[in-house]
């Protein structure tokens, strides 16, 4: 670890601490932590843990958002410092304390190992409530690519979308030349519905996207 992403990893720890026990100038920041009891935060498969991000976490995260291979179809983009990363998640805290929350962000783990390592991150993005609809995306550290745990992680959101949020449709865009996400997609029971030219600003250029989505009678269909 660089010694400024150590110094900043404290200054998370500070900031953490502050929130939660100041008082009324920081009500927004203390309710956030207060609600957190209260929303869903933590979701178990076979093999796999999906939680809620914490302070601790942005380390893993901001090496994950590092890698080339994980921004090669990606249009966040690599992170030039690490307080780029604090920003995102920190955001991704917030959205914790919404009511009702409208973006859940899970960080991914493995469960049976005696360490629980960082896999990834996963999210769902609600959209108006009238349409019932969200939006899912995932990200999955290089060498766990090829287990199934983007599979698992996946349906294991989709199944927290429409039994818990009552969701009617959950849709995921992709790169026409991912095939590695296409597969996962397919596999958790999405169709693929249309494509839309040139509208992600790749490293590499304009790239095509397809539309994938999940109806709820599709899955409840199975």
Avoid at 45 to 55: H, I, Q
Avoid at 78 to 87: F, L, R, S
Wanted: proline fraction near 3%; glycine fraction near 6%; include cysteine.
């Amino acid at each position: 670890m660089k010694k400024k992403e150590a110094i900043n990893f404290r200054r998370w720890h500070a900031l953490r601490d502050k929130h939660s026990l100041q008082g009324s100038g920081h009500r927004g920041c203390k309710k956030a932590w207060n609600s957190f009891s209260m929303i869903k935060t933590e979701l178990l498969t076979a093999r796999l843990s999906l939680k809620k991000p914490v302070w601790e976490d942005i380390m893993s995260i901001h090496h994950l958002h590092s890698l080339a291979e994980t921004d090669q179809y990606n249009t966040l983009g690599i992170p030039q410092h690490v307080e780029e990363t604090e920003n995102v998640v920190k955001e991704w805290i917030q959205a914790y304390a919404q009511e009702p929350v409208s973006y859940y962000t899970f960080v991914i783990r493995e469960v049976n190992m005696s360490i629980s390592a960082f896999v990834g991150v996963i999210a769902l993005k609600l959209g108006s409530p009238k349409y019932k609809i969200a939006e899912v995306w995932y990200k999955v550290l290089p060498q766990h690519w090829g287990k199934g745990y983007a599979t698992e992680a996946l349906l294991s959101l989709i199944d927290f979308g429409f039994k818990e949020l009552k969701l009617h449709r959950i849709e995921a865009g992709c790169a026409v030349d991912n095939l590695a996400s296409i597969r996962v997609l397919e596999k958790v029971g999405m169709q693929r519905e249309g494509r839309k030219r040139k509208i992600l600003p790749l490293k590499s250029g304009w790239s095509d996207n397809y539309g994938y989505a999940i109806l709820e009678e599709d899955y409840t269909g199975k």
